[in-house]
C-alpha cells in the first residue's frame, strides 16, 4: 500500500456531524438496532465504532470465511489459490507446497453449517473437496503462466492475445487475480499517469453522496462477514465519495457500492478507485449510472431483440407476461451479475467482462437463458419475476461458461453492441451541446 | 387481463426513500425475520397468501429501490397495483418532508387502488423517544390530506404489523365486493367477474 494520507473515517464523519447533526442520530440508530455500544465516547460516532472492530480483531477473507489459525491452511478447489495468498507468498518448490498439501484439513472439516458465510446454497458440494496434490501443483503452476504474461503484457494483449483470452476464459488463479484485473483494464497504468487524481477527489466534500453512501455501506453484502466490518465499510466509503466527486454527472448512485465492494476484496483502497474511474470512462458506466440510466436502457432495448432472435419462447413467455428486463435484469446489466452468491463464480463472470466488456455480458446472459429455458416456460407465471432475478444462482458458473463459449453473436450483433456506447456518446455530447 | 395478472389477486407496491425499511417490511411480512438486507436495486417480488373470510388470496408484493434516481422506474412499476404502502422513516424527517413524489406516483395505480402511509422503525423510539423527528399527529394528518390510511410500525419487533397486514386484506376484500356488484351493473345481467373465476380455478387445481 501506498503512503497516501487516506482521509480518516473519523476526520470524515465529524465534518459531516458539524454540519449536518442527522448523522449522529443516524449512528445511534444502527447501535440501537444492532444492540451494540452502550459505552459512548462522546467524539465522533464513527470512531468509537472503528475502535471496536480493531479490538475484535477477527478477520475474514473474501469469500467471507473466519481465518484463524486452523482455517489458514484450509482450501477447497474453487479457492485453490488461497495456498499461499497472503503476501503473494509464492511456492517456489515442492516442499513447500506438499506442506501446504498436509496442512489441508479432510473434507469432513468443511461442514456447511460450521461455515459463517455460505457463498452460495447452489455451490456443489464437490466444489468443497479436498483437493489433490496434483490439482494444487496444477493452480500454482497457472498462477506462475500469469506472472510471466504480467512480465510480458504487450506481447500477451497483441501477439499472443489469444492466449491471454483463453486463459481468461479457464478463469484467472485467485491469489493474480486483483493484479489481472488491473492489467486487462489498464487501471495500474492510469494510476501511474495521474498520481495524485484520488487524493484530488478524496479530499472534496460532496454531502448529497456523502449521505446516500453512508446509508448503503452496511446494506452491501450484508450477508457477507468481512463487509459488516468497520474497516472495509471505511474503505468502501472513501472510494465512492471519490468516484462521486470524480465524476459529478454520475454522482453516487446505488449499486455502485456493489461493485466498490468487490474490487476492495482484490485490491487497494487506491487502487480501487483508479480502477473503478476505468470502468466508468472506458467501460461506459457513467451512462449506467447517471441519472434516467440512458445506455442501461439501451442496453435492454438491445437484450429485447437478442432475447427474440435467440430464444423465441422465452421472449414469448416473457412478453405475454409483461416481463421486463428492467424488472428482472437490472443487477446483471448494471452491477455486472453482483446477486451470484459463490463469490469466485462473480469473480469469473467479472473477468470475462473486463476483458470482453458487452459482448460478454450480453453473451453470457443468453447462456443463462438457455440454460435456463426449460425452467423458465414451466415457471408458473406468477412466480416468474420473483425466480427470473434469481437464475444466475441456479448453476455453477463454469457450466454457463461452457455454453457461453458455444454461442454464436451474428456480426450485426457484435457491432450494434459494440456501438450501444457509441450511440449513446453521441447522443450525450448532443444534449450537453444544447 | 394477461395470464400474470389473473394469478395473483393483488399487486401490492411499497414506496418511500431510502432505507426507511421497505425491504425489512417486506422480509418481516413474507419470512416473519428482522435482519439487515441489501440495497434494493431496481425492484424485488414476492408473494403472501391472504385467508380471507370465505376464500385464500394471493397478494404479490413489489419492492422498489428508494433512490430517487429510480424513480422512473418505479413508475412503471406501478401500474395495475392494487395497493401502496408508502413509507418514512419517523426518525428521519425528510424522508417524511419528501413523500410527496411518491403520493405523485399514484397516477399510474389502478383507479381504486387503495393507499396506507406507515411510519417505520417505531422500536427506535420506545428507547429514546428523542429520535422521533416525525410526530404521530403529523403523521395521521399526512395519511388524512391524502386521503389514506395510516399505520406506525416496527418491523423488528412486529408491532402492527399483523393489523397492518389484516388491513390490507380488509380493503381488499372490501373493494372487490364493490367491484362485483359494479360489475354486475355494468353489465346488466348476472356474471361471475374475472376475478372471483380465475379463484374457482384455482381451488380446482
Known amino acids: 500500500m501506498s503512503n497516501l494520507p487516506t482521509p480518516h473515517w473519523i476526520d470524515v464523519a465529524i465534518g459531516i456531524v458539524s454540519s449536518d447533526d442527522d448523522f449522529e442520530d443516524d449512528f445511534t440508530k444502527s447501535n440501537l438496532r444492532t444492540n451494540q455500544n452502550q459505552n459512548q465516547q462522546k467524539n465522533s460516532p464513527y470512531q468509537i465504532e472503528l475502535t471496536q472492530t480493531t479490538e475484535k480483531k477477527a478477520s475474514y477473507d473474501r469469500y467471507g470465511f473466519e481465518i484463524t489459525k486452523n482455517t489458514d491452511e484450509k482450501i477447497f478447489l474453487h479457492l485453490l489459490s488461497r495456498v499461499g495468498d497472503e503476501g503473494n507468498k509464492q511456492f517456489s518448490n515442492e516442499s513447500e507446497t506438499s506442506k501446504a498439501i498436509t496442512n489441508l484439513l479432510d473434507p469432513e472439516e468443511w461442514n456447511p453449517k460450521k461455515r459463517k458465510y455460505t457463498p452460495s446454497k447452489y455451490t456443489p458440494s464437490k466444489n468443497f473437496r479436498k483437493p489433490t496434490k496434483k490439482e494444487i501443483k496444477k493452480e500454482l503452476s497457472r498462477a506462475d503462466k500469469w506472472i510471466h504474461m504480467f512480465a510480458n503484457w504487450e506481447v500477451y494483449t497483441t501477439k499472443k492475445i489469444k492466449i491471454l483470452d483463453r486463459r481468461i476464459l479457464k478463469g484467472i488463479p485467485d491469489r493474480v487475480r486483483g493484479e489481472a484485473w488491473k492489467k486487462i483494464v489498464g487501471s495500474d497504468q492510469l494510476q501511474k499517469s495521474k498520481p495524485n487524481l484520488y487524493e484530488q477527489n478524496i479530499t472534496a466534500r460532496n454531502l448529497t453522496s456523502e449521505k446516500i453512501i453512508l446509508k448503503d ?13 468497520r474497516q472495509i465499510q471505511q474503505k468502501l466509503y472513501n472510494v465512492l465519495r471519490a468516484l462521486a466527486n470524480y465524476s459529478p454527472e454520475t454522482g453516487y448512485c446505488q449499486g455502485m457500492s456493489f461493485i466498490g465492494g468487490l474490487l476492495l476484496l482484490y485490491m487497494e483502497e487506491k487502487e480501487a478507485f483508479y480502477f473503478f ?4 470512462d472506458d467501460y461506459h458506466m457513467k451512462g449506467i449510472f447517471q441519472a434516467g440510466f440512458p445506455l442501461l436502457q439501451y442496453q435492454f432495448e438491445e437484450w429485447k431483440k437478442m432475447l427474440r432472435s435467440h430464444c423465441p419462447k422465452i421472449d414469448a413467455k416473457l412478453e405475454e407476461n409483461n416481463v421486463e428486463p428492467s424488472f428482472y435484469a437490472m443487477k ?3 452491477t455486472i451479475y453482483s446477486n451470484i452468491r459463490d463469490f469466485s463464480g462473480m469473480a469469473q463472470v467479472w473477468e470475462n467482462y473486463l476483458f470482453r466488456k458487452n459482448e460478454f455480458l450480453f453473451g453470457f446472459t443468453l447462456s443463462l437463458m438457455k440454460l435456463s429455458e426449460k425452467k423458465i416456460l414451466k415457471m408458473d407465471p406468477s412466480y416468474l419475476l420473483q425466480q427470473l432475478q434469481d437464475i444466475p444462482n441456479d448453476f455453477p458458473i463454469s457450466k454457463v461458461l461452457e455454453v457461453y463459449k458455444k454461442i454464436k453473436l451474428s456480426k450485426d450483433e457484435k457491432n450494434r453492441i459494440q456501438n450501444l456506447a457509441n450511440n449513446w456518446l453521441t447522443q450525450n455530447g448532443n444534449s450537453q451541446k444544447k | ?3 400474470e395478472e389473473e394469478k395473483y389477486d393483488l399487486k401490492i407496491i411499497l414506496l418511500g426513500s431510502s432505507k426507511v425499511g421497505k425491504t425489512t417490511l417486506v422480509n418481516r ?10 440495497q434494493t436495486t431496481g425492484a424485488t417480488f414476492s408473494k ?8 385464500e388470496y394471493t397478494f404479490s408484493i413489489w419492492d422498489t429501490a428508494g433512490e430517487e434516481r429510480f424513480d422512473s422506474l418505479s413508475s412503471f412499476y406501478c401500474r395495475n397495483s392494487g395497493c401502496e404502502l408508502i413509507l418514512y422513516d419517523i426518525t428521519d424527517r425528510n424522508s417524511f418532508t ?8 399514484l397516477q399510474y395505480t389502478n383507479e381504486d387502488s387503495f393507499v396506507i402511509l406507515i411510519g417505520t422503525k417505531l422500536d427506535l423510539i420506545e428507547e429514546t423517544s428523542k429520535l422521533r423527528k416525525v410526530t404521530l399527529e403529523e403523521g395521521k394528518k399526512k395519511a388524512n390530506d391524502k386521503n389514506s390510511y395510516f399505520f406506525e410500525i416496527s418491523s423488528k419487533t412486529g408491532h402492527n404489523i399483523q393489523e397492518l397486514w389484516e388491513t390490507v386484506g380488509d380493503l381488499f376484500e372490501k373493494n372487490s365486493q364493490k367491484n362485483e356488484i359494479k360489475h354486475r351493473q355494468d353489465n346488466n345481467h348476472f356474471q361471475i367477474n374475472s376475478f372471483t373465476n380465475n379463484q374457482k380455478k384455482k381451488n380446482c387445481c
Open chain 1, 217 to 229: 455501506l452496511d446494506r452491501t453484502f450484508p450477508e457477507h462477514q468481512l463487509f459488516v466490518q
Open chain 1, 277 to 280: 474511474v476505468k470502468l466508468l
Open chain 1, 332 to 334: 446483471w446489466f448494471m
Open chain 2, 1 to 3: 387481463m394477461n395470464e
Open chain 2, 29 to 38: 411480512l413474507t419470512q416473519g425475520t428482522f435482519e439487515n438486507p441489501e
Open chain 2, 48 to 55: 403472501k397468501k391472504y385467508q380471507g373470510e370465505l376464500q
Open chain 2, 98 to 105: 419528501n413523500l410527496d413524489r411518491f403520493f405523485d406516483k
